[in-house]
């Protein structure tokens, strides 16, 4: 992916930049993969779901964890609230309801998690966009099929 990227510096950059920048963010790397990995499942990129399938298992998250997060969702409350969250900006391509911020806040985080998980959005959308664009080939092995009684 980065090295389609590199065709454009500006646009690898920018993906490096807001990548690291959200690395030094307060969301805890285990959210970030799991919130990537249900933004992925939402904009059906294999590539990103491959990739943080991975990222995912080394940042601790087990295969129950990594399936829920794809399925937009956590048996941990807070992050859950966190997740479908996400879930929601995507699906609602970023108009969210007062009530559904509410439910975000009413879990515990305030105004810098939310960004967080609007720019996290915001990254993995790009991401994923890019890498169905390129058709990026998988070097990660491929995440198991979700059946469709789990979706």
């Known amino acids: 992916m980065m090295r389609t990227m590199a065709s454009a510096p500006a646009v690898l950059e ?7 920048a959200l690395g030094r963010g307060s969301l805890p ?3 970030r993969e799991q919130l990537a990995l249900a933004v992925s499942e939402a904009n059906g990129c294999d590539y990103c779901l491959a990739a943080h399938s991975a990222v995912g298992k080394m940042a601790g998250l087990s295969s129950d964890q990594i399936r829920d997060s794809r399925l937009g969702t956590s048996v941990d409350p807070k992050t859950d609230a966190l997740i479908r969250f996400a879930r929601r900006i995507v699906d609602a391509r970023g108009r969210v309801s007062d009530d559904e911020l509410a439910a975000v806040r009413a879990a515990g ?8 998980v609007v720019a996290a959005v915001a990254l993995m959308t ?3 966009y890019f890498n ?20």
């Open 29 to 31: 790397a285990r959210t």
């Open 14 to 20: 920018g993906y490096l930049q807001l990548s690291a």
């Open 109 to 116: 985080f305030g105004d810098a998690a939310i960004a967080e």
């Open 126 to 128: 790009f991401t994923n």
């Open 132 to 151: 169905l664009v390129a058709d990026t080939e998988l070097d990660f092995p491929r995440a198991p099929a979700m059946s469709s009684a789990e979706r």
